[in-house]
């Protein structure tokens, strides 16, 4: 983690787009998490009532947060962007130019294949991470607190299906990161190997072809391409367990707040609205925990990505 921050300091001026960004989110998950309110006053207020005017105003109401809501989706998009592709070209340039004071014997650390990976890949996987990692990161703690408090005020009996389903999936999370953490580390390596391959390859093409070693260097490619297929494989085979655990999770506390809530409605102590209204908060409350999984196997991997930057970073040159 330590690596990570300091890494944050390449940000420079696209600081203030990552700022501008989170503060979109922010706006967007307030105006979203409006709507279920207007739509159960809606159902319990103007269908009952056969109130044409007041659906129709909860109706523009409702799109106009919508709108809202779309119109600072696409915003955020634009400085996450900003953010993400400048900071990623800060870090490679920052490499690059700390590659050029190495001497020999610092260059012997590392294959040139490797310095090509962590100049590439490894900082677009840091790059993926602000792209795809931002916008969960400040929206699933703002939808699951604010989520899980206006379910309580709907119905604090319901709400408490929630207080069962949380230590459930926050399990699932620990074990998936604890197996897959190690993983990311091994993916690299792999794909270092991969990389160091071509690169000797291509650069020996005359010899290779003088002495006739093609189908030598094809079994030697061949060999680190099914390794990095293989460790792609059992990596990502635990990585996206979290989502099959998390829907059934999901959806069996939807079931369960259908069972309670409509008995609840035929003894008359809920309404049809609040019962859809507060479906719609469980719906973002569990869409929230799902994005904080997938946060958390977006940082995993990008921790291993930044060790690896902050070695090539760290490295003291031989020669001053």
């Known amino acids: 983690m330590r690596e990570l921050r300091r890494l944050l300091a390449y940000l420079g001026p696209y600081r203030w787009d990552l700022l501008m960004g989170g503060l979109l989110v ?11 309110v207007l739509m159960a006053d809606l159902i319990d207020v103007g ?4 109130d044409l005017h007041y659906i129709v105003g909860k109706g523009i109401q409702m799109g106009v947060c919508a709108l809202l809501a779309l119109v600072t989706g696409l915003l955020y998009a634009r400085f996450a962007a900003r953010a993400a592709y400048g900071w990623g070209a800060n870090i490679r340039e920052a490499q690059y130019e700390r590659v050029q004071s190495y001497g020999f014997s610092n260059l012997d650390k590392f294959e040139s294949s490797s310095l090509v990976t ?32 206006l379910s309580f005020w709907m119905n604090a009996r ?3 299906i929630f207080v069962v389903c949380a230590p459930i999936l926050g399990l699932i999370l620990f074990f998936v990161v604890r197996k897959v953490a190690p993983m990311y580390g091994r993916l690299q390596k792999a794909m270092d190997q991969l990389n160091n391959v071509v690169q000797e390859d291509l650069t020996a093409i005359r010899a290779v072809k003088a002495f006739v070693r093609g189908e030598y260097e094809e079994e030697k490619f061949r060999s680190g391409n099914e390794e990095l297929m293989e460790t792609s494989q059992r990596t990502f085979h635990f990585a996206v367990l979290n989502l099959p655990a998390f829907q059934f999770t999901m959806y069996t506390a939807i079931v369960l707040i259908l069972w309670f809530g409509g008995g609840m409605i035929l003894k008359g102590n809920l309404q049809v609205g609040e019962l859809t209204g507060f479906l719609s908060y469980v719906l973002q409350v569990m869409n929230s925990f799902m994005m904080i ?8 991997r990008s921790l291993a990505s930044a060790h690896r930057i902050a070695e090539v970073l760290d490295e003291d040159p031989a020669l001053t």
Do not use: H, K
Request: proline letters at 5%; charged letters at 10%; aromatic letters at 4%.
């Open 158 to 160: 319901l709400a408490l």
């Open 293 to 300: 999984s997938n946060v958390f196997l977006l940082l995993t």
């Open 47 to 50: 269908v009952e009532n056969q």
């Open 118 to 149: 962590r100049m590439t890949t490894d900082v677009t996987v840091l790059q993926n991470a602000i792209n795809g990692g931002l916008r969960p990161l400040v929206r699933s703690p703002v939808m699951l607190v604010m989520g899980l408090g």
């Open 26 to 36: 922010l706006i967007e998950t307030a105006f979203e998490l409006v709507i279920p």
